[in-house]
């Protein structure tokens, strides 16, 4: 009876020290905000990694996804006559909802994993411990740089995101579906507000900052060897993932309101 | 007779019910190359992470040069830092930066001149005997070269105090007796104190000037190194002539060390 009722508490102790890690960092890195060195260099290059070198992917994912919106949209609005509904669909789903969620997947899937590899990799071969040896901190020199390369180039990624993927829909409705291009753009535009694209923009800034929070924390605790660094990237891009989607839930209640 | 430049005072560390170092006390003084020396998991490298502020002690008291460095905020503990040089078992070279930059992280990040430092980092890597591995990345280095590269980022900055943790692991003899002569030419050059970390007895013999035991998680026996051989402790002498029948519990200590 109590060794199964120990062990439930052991778990539970440790869900409650694995979740506390969390935000034990966000803290101690905001606490770094406030005092040089901020490492600007640092944050450039990993903006360029995070921003310039996901942009195939991104990009990708979105024009696809457009051009799919738009087909399906176009299956719906076609059986009560209102094809030129389609590209309204696809601008508000890709600024509201789509651009944000699908570029935070792909951002999590490529940049959190290899924060995650990165960081575990380090610490498992003591290049964290040798930072802190040579006067480094390595929360400032690793982990600061790369959550706000993150969180920042999120929003930039998107508007792109939006864009080609509206674009998308108006390669499909125009050359497959033989609408007309300026009633699509028109109607594009017609019932996007400035508030859809700054709600868009909003829930990026907050994946981009959970991408980096949760993949740093990952890398930067990992345990054990090769297999330790394997379980951090794998929990990384699992959790971020996961987290995403809840936020977006979150996100858009409190938008809606 | 002169303070201790290092003194751990009844250092206790555990990880969970294991515990690794009890009412652990140890003194160095200035400009002595001081080894440390113990079967695997008995909590060598645990020591001296605890000193140099990469785990946190459970009680007890870490003095470097008079200062008590258990009280220290991490970022003064930092700033002390710059005083110490720390060679790792693995190396630990960042994989991101070539060769040279590796050598002169501490000047680079103390805003020196890239090229200023790039010389200083030339004139290191001479004295360590790698003059031509500038420009190299740490991939394409073997094991003795990232091993020398450890040591001259480790006296770059010039530290008071160098800390080895097992730097002949995973070499061969003849250049662990490389690594050996150059440790004790940049110990008596730039007149270091020097704790090490080390199982390997040539090591011992030609590099220390005195030598503790951790066994059991305590210190068992203290000497200066030229008295190695005069000590007739069983479970010294058992690990000084490397014989697996004796008093040692090597089961107990493997199953501690595999835990940790």
């Given at each position: 009876?109590?060794?199964?009722?120990?062990?439930?508490?052991?778990?539970?102790?440790?869900?409650?020290?694995?979740?506390?890690?969390?935000?034990?960092?966000?803290?101690?890195?905001?606490?770094?905000?406030?005092?040089?060195?901020?490492?600007?260099?640092?944050?450039?290059?990993?903006?360029?990694?995070?921003?310039?070198?996901?942009?195939?992917?991104?990009?990708?994912?979105?024009?696809?996804?457009?051009?799919?919106?738009?087909?399906?949209?176009?299956?719906?609005?076609?059986?009560?006559?209102?094809?030129?509904?389609?590209?309204?669909?696809?601008?508000?789903?890709?600024?509201?909802?789509?651009?944000?969620?699908?570029?935070?997947?792909?951002?999590?899937?490529?940049?959190?994993?290899?924060?995650?590899?990165?960081?575990?990799?380090?610490?498992v071969?003591?290049?964290?411990?040798?930072?802190?040896?040579?006067?480094?901190?390595?929360?400032?020199?690793?982990?600061?740089?790369?959550?706000?390369?993150?969180?920042?180039?999120?929003?930039?990624?998107?508007?792109?995101?939006?864009?080609?993927?509206?674009?998308?829909?108006?390669?499909?409705?125009?050359?497959?579906?033989?609408?007309?291009?300026?009633?699509?753009?028109?109607?594009?535009?017609?019932?996007?507000?400035?508030?859809?694209?700054?709600?868009?923009?909003?829930?990026?800034?907050?994946?981009?900052?959970?991408?980096?929070?949760?993949?740093?924390?990952?890398?930067?605790?990992?345990k054990g060897g090769?297999q330790g660094?394997?379980?951090?990237?794998?929990?990384?891009?699992?959790?971020?993932?996961?987290?995403?989607?809840?936020?977006?839930?979150?996100?858009?209640?409190?938008?809606?309101? | 007779?002169?303070?201790?430049?290092?003194?751990?005072?009844?250092?206790?560390k555990q990880f969970g019910d294991k515990i690794i170092l009890?009412?652990?006390?140890?003194?160095?003084?200035?400009?002595?190359?001081?080894?440390?020396?113990g079967l695997s998991g008995t909590g060598k490298s645990v020591?001296?992470?605890?000193?140099?502020?990469?785990?946190?002690?459970?009680?007890?008291?870490?003095?470097?040069?008079?200062?008590?460095?258990?009280?220290?905020?991490?970022?003064?503990?930092?700033?002390?830092?710059?005083?110490?040089?720390?060679?790792?078992?693995?190396?630990?070279?960042?994989?991101?930066?070539?060769?040279?930059?590796?050598?002169?992280?501490?000047?680079?990040?103390?805003?020196?001149?890239?090229?200023?430092?790039?010389?200083?980092?030339?004139?290191?890597?001479?004295?360590?005997?790698?003059?031509?591995?500038?420009?190299?990345?740490?991939?394409?280095?073997?094991?003795?070269?990232?091993?020398?590269?450890?040591?001259?980022?480790?006296?770059?900055?010039?530290?008071?105090?160098?800390?080895?943790?097992?730097?002949?692991?995973?070499?061969?003899?003849?250049?662990?007796?490389?690594?050996?002569?150059?440790?004790?030419?940049?110990?008596?050059?730039?007149?270091?104190?020097?704790?090490?970390?080390?199982h390997?007895?040539?090591?011992?013999?030609?590099?220390?000037?005195?030598?503790?035991?951790?066994?059991q998680g305590?210190?068992?026996?203290?000497?200066?190194?030229?008295?190695?051989?005069?000590?007739?402790?069983?479970?010294?002498?058992?690990?000084?002539?490397?014989?697996?029948?004796?008093?040692l519990d090597i089961n107990h200590l493997t199953a501690q060390g595999s835990q940790i």
């Amino acid at each position: 009876m109590i060794t199964w009722l120990e062990a439930i508490g052991m778990r539970v102790e440790r869900v409650c020290l694995l979740a506390g890690i969390y935000p034990m960092l966000l803290l101690q890195v905001i606490q770094r905000l406030y005092r040089p060195p901020w490492f600007f260099s640092h944050i450039l290059s990993q903006c360029e990694k995070v921003g310039v070198q996901s942009l195939p992917v991104v990009l990708l994912t979105a024009i696809f996804t457009g051009m799919v919106l738009a087909l399906q949209s176009w299956v719906g609005f076609h059986r009560f006559g209102a094809e030129s509904m389609v590209s309204t669909v696809v601008s508000l789903s890709m600024v509201r909802e789509l651009g944000p969620v699908l570029v935070g997947l792909m951002v999590a899937g490529r940049v959190g994993a290899s924060f995650a590899a990165e960081l575990g990799t380090m610490r498992v071969s003591e290049q964290i411990d040798a930072l802190w040896t040579l006067s480094t901190d390595p929360l400032r020199y690793l982990v600061m740089p790369r959550i706000i390369a993150v969180t920042l180039m999120m929003p930039l990624l998107v508007v792109l995101a939006d864009a080609i993927g509206i674009f998308g829909g108006y390669l499909v409705s125009t050359i497959v579906l033989d609408q007309n291009p300026q009633v699509y753009i028109e109607r594009a535009t017609l019932f996007l507000e400035l508030q859809d694209l700054y709600s868009g923009l909003l829930k990026a800034l907050v994946f981009g900052g959970i991408i980096g929070l949760i993949s740093c924390t990952e890398g930067f605790y990992c345990k054990g060897g090769a297999q330790g660094v394997g379980q951090a990237t794998t929990r990384a891009v699992v959790l971020s993932a996961m987290s995403i989607l809840i936020a977006d839930y979150f996100l858009t209640v409190w938008i809606f309101q | 007779m002169s303070d201790p430049q290092i003194q751990v005072c009844h250092l206790n560390k555990q990880f969970g019910d294991k515990i690794i170092l009890r009412d652990v006390n140890l003194k160095v003084m200035p400009g002595e190359s001081h080894i440390i020396v113990g079967l695997s998991g008995t909590g060598k490298s645990v020591l001296l992470k605890c000193i140099l502020g990469l785990l946190q002690a459970d009680s007890g008291q870490i003095l470097v040069d008079g200062e008590d460095w258990s009280c220290l905020s991490e970022r003064e503990k930092l700033k002390r830092m710059r005083g110490i040089g720390m060679v790792f078992q693995g190396s630990a070279l960042f994989d991101s930066l070539p060769v040279w930059e590796n050598v002169a992280f501490v000047l680079l990040r103390q805003g020196m001149q890239k090229k200023e430092a790039r010389e200083h980092a030339e004139e290191v890597l001479e004295k360590v005997g790698l003059p031509h591995v500038c420009d190299k990345m740490p991939a394409e280095l073997s094991g003795g070269m990232a091993k020398r590269v450890g040591l001259a980022r480790a006296i770059c900055h010039r530290p008071r105090i160098i800390f080895y943790d097992e730097p002949l692991s995973g070499l061969d003899p003849v250049m662990s007796d490389v690594i050996t002569r150059l440790m004790r030419q940049l110990h008596e050059e730039m007149q270091v104190t020097s704790l090490t970390i080390a199982h390997n007895m040539k090591l011992v013999r030609d590099f220390g000037d005195h030598v503790s035991m951790l066994y059991q998680g305590r210190i068992h026996l203290q000497t200066p190194a030229s008295q190695l051989d005069l000590q007739d402790d069983p479970i010294f002498r058992q690990f000084v002539e490397g014989r697996a029948s004796g008093p040692l519990d090597i089961n107990h200590l493997t199953a501690q060390g595999s835990q940790i």
